[in-house]
């Protein structure tokens, strides 16, 4: 510590050794030792200062606040430089240039092989190959497979000629199978996705086809053909092998849970099944208000067992709901129509009026400005909103009684009904069907078009009951078919005794009998091979 001379001491001062109550040192200028000298410029001085500056700065403030201000306005500034920023830098959509394909020659195509693993019947040439020598000898010609199996499958659109060519057949032979098979049974009824088992023997000469020793199949679900070469030097023959079907239709039995259908399909009916009941009991019941829980659901498929273990759905034959012991709906299906028929004999109702085309109606019936004639007229008729080309279809049963061009509707089909009643459907741009036709309810009779004064596409349809104009949406139509003497009897006779049979019975495996038994044990090696030629 240093003190000037001209220092006055009232009170005593810290010694040069720290101390209190003595004299401090007294030193002259020239004694005195400046302090050293710091260095310039320091890093660590330097990042504090930009520290503090960049935590000082705002460079996001809440553009949700002070709205309008200096801060908010340089925080806008920000987003939009920052925005600029990052479309500036936004990669283009432009394709990218492909390398050049590589030029690969019988070096390079080689050495892929050698790292490639190919199947048997592609050959198997792959992998690395000995280098020749002077021992080995080519050979005149490479050996042939004596025989070839293989299976093919019919495709869809495909025929059956053309698949057999496709095998390696030969043209004769291929004809000669046609021949045969066409005999047993008409080719168009060979299902797509049928197999068959071809055996193709020796070329007797090279470049020849190869001979069709066996081609075996099964054409129906009770029949298979085979056809072959059964002794040696002989002709191709067929041989038929016709299979036991047994045709105890299934019967399916249970108590509705919360559920109809999945109460169905627990009880191991198929969907398709479930669902064409469904369809055929919602016609008679409210399957959401009659339908309750502890019902008893009855119905009977179509189906096919075979000897050889094959089963196969039909349709559905019978639909019955009870509830406790008192049937609710017994439904059957009778008849070429294949209609449902309920137990006393009156057949499927179809009720109300059909709409000829799905679609809302945009004019009714009545008094109303004509768009394109411009006065006050009769609108006899409906008109449908529909796309040019809808089906249009019949509302009910009847026979047509004009098809063609009808002045203002343009092409028009003409409908007659029982109970006096006509229809007429206009300005179609296509119609379907001939003067004289007879016509079911839902069928198709013509398309939808703007034939005739029309403004565009649409469907006028016309209603009149003995001649005189009536507005279609005040009738209703109910169909209902009845069975009568003796039809009647044979159709209850049907119904008990189609009742009678037992749940689950078609499900049971088909008693084979001794000939089936031994047709099923496998053939031995040794029974395979021909037997020595004598010489």
Partial sequence: MYTSHADTQDTAQPTATGGYGQSA?????????PNPPGPS???????????????????APDLGSEIGSKRWLRGLGTFVGLTATALAFWPSFAPLEAAASAHIDDAVRDEYRSQMILPLAL????GRHMGATTLVEPLAAAPERPRLEMVATLARGDSFERMLRRAGVGR???QRVAELVGAALPLSEIESGTTFDITLGRRPAPGAPRPLETIGFRARFDLELEIGRFAEGSDLSLTKNVIRVDETPLRIRGTVGDSLYRSARAAGAPAS???SYLKTLGQYVNLDRDVRAGDTFDFILAHR???TGERQAGQLLYAGLERGETPRVQLMRWGEDGEFYE???????????????????????????????????????????????TPIVAVTDGRVTGAGRMGGCGNAVRLRHDGGLDTRYCHMSRIAVNRGQSVRRGQVIGYVGSTGLSTGPHLHYEMYRHGRAINPASVKYVTRAQLTGAELRRFKEALTRIKTVEPGAALAELQRTSAEVAAQEPIREIDKLSPPVKG
């Fill in 25 to 33: 040192a007294a030193l002259a200028h020239d004694q005195i030792v």
């Fill in 41 to 59: 410029f320091s890093w660590t001085t330097l990042r504090e200062q930009l520290s503090g500056r960049i935590a000082a700065l705002d460079l």
């Fill in 123 to 126: 050959g198997a040439d792959s």
């Fill in 172 to 174: 004769d032979d291929s």
């Fill in 273 to 275: 099944a479930v669902q």
């Fill in 305 to 307: 067992r075979a000897a």
């Fill in 343 to 389: 137990a006393s004999g009156v057949g499927e109702q179809r009720g109300g009026l059909m709409a000829p085309v799905p679609g809302r109606t945009t004019s009714g019936f009545g008094m109303r400005r004509h768009p394109i004639l411009g006065y006050r007229r009769m609108h006899s008729g409906l008109d449908f909103k529909a796309r040019h080309g």
